[in-house]
Nanobody, 124 residues
Framework: QIQLTESGGGSKQAGESLTLSCVAE???????MGWFRQVPGKEREGVAC???????LYADPVKGRIFQSQDNAKATVYLHINNLKPEDTAIYFC???????????????????YGQGTQVTVSS
């Protein structure tokens, strides 16, 4: 079991930048990490992930504006969002999959654990 805690959400204006953090209680060395977001009434969608080799995958709607990074020593994964848009408004969730991985997926089923989420609200 791994406990994930997100932070860094808040209210922003369109065009601003934001960095979300996800701290893993037991470390992330043996997990593959990703980020999802969800708008009320819609399915949770994957936005970013990293495999064990550091190769990243980003969803097409956010490609070029969203970047995932991680600091294994701090057991922390980050999601950097640039040029925020109102459509980025959502609850953002950190996700973890047990084990190492070659490649990663943006499918909910691929991950074993999720955090509680942090709200991001972007106004125009």
């Amino acid at each position: 079991q791994i406990q994930l805690t997100e932070s860094g959400g808040g209210s922003k204006q369109a065009g601003e930048s934001l960095t979300l953090s996800c701290v893993a209680e037991t470390g992330i060395d043996y997990y593959c990490m990703g980020w999802f977001r969800q708008v009320p009434g819609k399915e949770r969608e994957g936005v970013a992930c990293h495999d064990s080799g550091g190769m990243a995958l980003y969803a097409d709607p956010v490609k070029g504006r969203i970047f995932q990074s991680q600091d294994n020593a701090k057991a922390t994964v980050y999601l950097h969002i640039n040029n925020l848009k109102p459509e980025d408004t959502a609850i953002y969730f950190c996700a973890a999959r047990r084990g190492t991985c070659s490649g990663c997926e943006l499918s909910q089923r691929w991950y074993h654990y999720y955090g509680q989420g942090t709200q991001v609200t972007v106004s125009s």
